[in-house]
C-alpha cells in the first residue's frame, strides 16, 4: 500500500522510521521546501508544493497513492485543508495527526490570542523586550511596532518587513529548559511570545518562563476542517494505519 505522508514535523519522521519498517506498506513522505536545510525524514521524500488542491489530486492519482496521512504542523492549515478536499474528491481515506496543545498550570502567565496581529498588539501592550517564537513566519505582524525591542528566534530568517528594533537569532530546537531560562535572561525578556504548537520538541520555553514570572502570548490554533479523522499520537497513527492496511489486505478482492 502507498502512502503519503504529509511532513515538517518531527512526528512525521518518526512516521516514516515505524512505517517503512511495516510490511507491504511504501511511504512517500512529503515536504514543503521551507527550510534550507531540513532534518530528512529517511526513505522515499519528495519536495515542494503540489500546486493547489488540483495539483494535488494529480499527484495523488499519479503516484497510486491509497491512503494519505496528514502529520504536518498544527499550524499548517492550508496544507491539511488541501490534502482534506483532494482526498475527498478521490474517495480515498486520510489520517490526520493532530498533536494536543499546551494547556497552562499553576503559574503559568497566559494570554491566549486569536490570531498573529492580536499576539503582536497584546505582547507590546505587556511588555517592552519581547521573544518571538513563532518560526519566520508571522513575524511580519509585528513590523509596525517600534518602540519594543524584539529578539526574534527562527531556523532561516524571516523574509517579512521586520520591526525596527530587533536581533535575530537562528537557532533550531529542542532547547532545554536551563538554555531557555538562560536566553530570558541574557536578553532581559519581559513577554515571551508563542504559537500552541503542543508537544515536548519546543515546551522547555513555557517552563522556563514560568519559573520566571515571564507572561506568554500564546497563538490559538487554526480550524482544521471538519470531520476528519484524527488521533494524537504517533502510536496512535501507527495503530491504525498497520490495522487499516490488514483490514484492506484481508478484503476479497472487488469483481
Ligand atoms: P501551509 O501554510 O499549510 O501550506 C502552504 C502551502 O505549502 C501548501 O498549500 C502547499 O503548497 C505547501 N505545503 C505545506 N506543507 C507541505 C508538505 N508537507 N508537502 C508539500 N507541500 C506542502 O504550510 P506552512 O504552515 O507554511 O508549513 C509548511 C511546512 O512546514 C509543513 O510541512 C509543516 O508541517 C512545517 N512546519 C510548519 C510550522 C508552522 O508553524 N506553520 C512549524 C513547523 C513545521 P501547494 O498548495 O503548492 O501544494
Redesign the pocket.
Known sequence: MRILL????GE?RELAHVLSGERGLEIVS??????ADPVNPGGQV????????D??RDWLAGNRIELVVD???P??????E?AARATADLGLPMLRLNRPGWTAGPGDRWLRVPDMNSAAAVSADTGSRILLT??R?GVGAFAGYTKPWFLIRAIDPPESTLPPRHELLLARGPFTVAAEAELLDRHRIEVLVT?D?GGDATAAKLVAARDKGIPVVIVDRPSAPAGLVEVSSVTAVHTWVTEYAAAKGNRPAEA
Open positions: 504529509l511532513g515538517g514535523t512525521a512529503s515536504l514543503a521546501g521551507r527550510v519528495r519536495v515542494g508544493g503540489f500546486g493547489g488542491v495539483g494535488l502529520a504536518t504542523h499550524f499548517a492549515a492550508t496544507m491539511t488541501h513563532i518560526g513566519q504559537k504548537s
